[in-house]
C-alpha cells in the first residue's frame, strides 16, 4: 500500500526565514505533485515532478525530487505572509496518473510578520 | 470559460438520506475523480473513471457510488451506509495519460 508521509505537519515561521517541507513516500513512483490548498478552499497545482532529479520553482517556492529515497522537498525561501496555507504532496497510485493520486497529510504552513 | 464545478457548494441532510453531489467539466478531459477531505487530513480517493460508463474504486469507496454516463459529468452519491459522510468533497479531472488532475471549488457536506 501506497503510503504518503509530510513532516512537519504544522509549521509558524517568520516572514523572511527560509525553511523546508519533506515529503516521504512508500513505493517506487516517478512522479509527485505539490498542492496549495487557502482555508476553506480547494487545492492549486504548485508543481509536476516527472522524474529523478526534478528541480522546478516559483517565486519564493521551489520543489525537487529523488526518487531513489523516495523523497521530494518544497523549500520556501524568504517566506512572506501571503504563502501561508496548506501544502500537500501526492503520489501516483499507478497508471500514469490515471488511477488517482495519494495524499500526505498535509503542512499546515503559517507566515508571521 | 473552462473548468470545473460542483454544485451545490454546501450541503446539509439528516442521517439515512442519500445524497447526490454534482461535478461538471468542460475541459475535455477523459479522467475523473473523488475524493473526500475530513479535517486536518489529506484527501483520499473515492472513485475514478478513465472513460465514460466504466469506473473503479478508490481506497474508500464503501458507501459510495458513482455513474459515468456522459464525458462531462460524474455524479457521486453519498449513501445512507456510509457511516461518516460529513466532510469536504473534491472532484477532479485530467486528460488520459497526463500527469495533472485539477480540482474543482469542491461541496461541503454535513449530515446530522
Known amino acids: 500500500e501506497l503510503k504518503v508521509e509530510q513532516n512537519p505537519l504544522f509549521l509558524s515561521m517568520q516572514e523572511g526565514k527560509n525553511y523546508t517541507i519533506y515529503c516521504n513516500y512508500s513505493t517506487t513512483s516517478d512522479r509527485l505533485y505539490w498542492y496549495r490548498q487557502d482555508p476553506g478552499k480547494s487545492l492549486e497545482s504548485l508543481f509536476v515532478?516527472?522524474?529523478?532529479?526534478a528541480v522546478k520553482q516559483e517565486g519564493r517556492l521551489m520543489a525537487s525530487l529523488d526518487t531513489k529515497a523516495r523523497l521530494s522537498t518544497l523549500h520556501i525561501t524568504a517566506a512572506v505572509h501571503d504563502l501561508s496555507a496548506t501544502y500537500f504532496c501526492a503520489v501516483d497510485k499507478g497508471g500514469g496518473g490515471a488511477d488517482g493520486l495519494t495524499f500526505g497529510k498535509g503542512t499546515h504552513l503559517i507566515i508571521q510578520p | 470559460d473552462g473548468g470545473i464545478t460542483q454544485s451545490p457548494k454546501y450541503l446539509f441532510r439528516k442521517e439515512g438520506q442519500n445524497v447526490t453531489l454534482s461535478c461538471e467539466q468542460n475541459l475535455n478531459h477523459d479522467a475523473m475523480y473523488w475524493y473526500r477531505q475530513d479535517p486536518g487530513q489529506g484527501l483520499r480517493l473515492i472513485y475514478y473513471?478513465?472513460?465514460?460508463?466504466?469506473?473503479q474504486k478508490g481506497d474508500i469507496a464503501e458507501g459510495y457510488s458513482v455513474s459515468r454516463e456522459k464525458k462531462e459529468s460524474f455524479p457521486l452519491t453519498v449513501t445512507s451506509a456510509q457511516k461518516n459522510p460529513t466532510a469536504f468533497y473534491l472532484c477532479?479531472?485530467?486528460?488520459?495519460?497526463?500527469?495533472?488532475?485539477?480540482f474543482g471549488p469542491g461541496t461541503r457536506l454535513t449530515v446530522t
Open positions: 473513471s478513465q472513460i465514460v460508463n466504466d469506473f
Open positions: 515532478l516527472l522524474s529523478n532529479g
Open positions: 477532479a479531472s485530467s486528460f488520459q495519460g497526463a500527469y495533472e488532475q485539477y
